[in-house]
């Protein structure tokens, strides 16, 4: 049974700092990986989608790279702002595709003026 | 476009009581999620629809739950006989069937049991 693990659970950082957050998860064989975010009552906003084949992706101040291997992703945000503060999701979708995501435990990130 | 819509965005009901929660996906998606994201349990899969195909329930928590999609689009999850722990923020998801499968949330139903 696939499991996904998130660290840090929670991270407290000011504006303007790079940052990290990990995601683990025990079985490889996937089909890709997605990242989300979730703000306090709110549905889910997909950040960025990485193919198992592929290594990264990336969309404006966010990166994501992908070890299927190793099993692991981090999700980079440079330049933090006080609107990053979320709870990030890491998810991954089995071999052929379509269905089933698997979430990981979320990172709640606070970035401080 | 128009996003994936739930509704209603909340719902209280009194223990014993059967809900129906509703699900507009993107248009022209064909596939189509349900989650569940409870405190104690994080996000979990509960049915999946694929254009006509039989849908994979492999993640209802009881036979009090069930899904259907009608016409391919809306889908209604009712729940029967709810229980305090059937409590949690329901989530639908729709994807296209292109090479990345990327799920788009929708905001989510609030369900409360009393």
């Known amino acids: 049974k696939q499991e996904v693990t998130q660290i840090p659970a929670a991270l407290s950082v000011p504006e303007g700092e790079n940052l990290v957050l990990n995601c683990s998860f025990t079985d490889s064989a996937i089909y890709n990986l997605q990242w989300f975010r979730q703000d306090p009552g709110k549905g889910l906003t997909s950040l960025l989608l990485i193919q198992s084949s592929q290594r990264e992706q990336t969309s404006g101040r966010l990166n994501a790279s992908l070890d299927k291997s190793s099993g692991r992703s981090t999700l980079y945000i440079a330049a933090s702002q006080p609107g990053d503060s979320a709870t990030y999701l890491c998810?991954?979708?089995?071999?052929?595709?379509?269905?089933?995501?698997?979430f990981g435990t979320g990172t709640q990130l606070k970035v401080e003026l | 476009g128009a996003g994936v819509s739930q509704s209603p965005s909340n719902k209280v009901t009194e223990k014993g009581k059967d809900v129906e929660l509703r699900c507009d996906p993107i248009s022209g998606h064909t596939a189509l999620y349900w989650y569940r994201q409870s405190l104690g349990q994080g996000l979990e899969f509960l049915i999946y629809f694929q254009g006509n195909s039989a849908p994979d329930k492999s993640g209802l928590p009881s036979d009090r739950f069930s899904a259907e999609r009608t016409g391919g689009s809306v889908s209604t999850l009712t729940i029967q006989r709810t229980q305090q722990e059937d409590s949690a923020v329901y989530l639908c998801a729709s994807s296209s069937t292109g090479q990345s499968y990327e799920q788009y949330f929708g905001p989510g139903t609030r369900l409360t049991v009393t």
């Open positions: 998810a991954v979708g089995p071999p052929g595709g379509g269905n089933k995501l698997t």
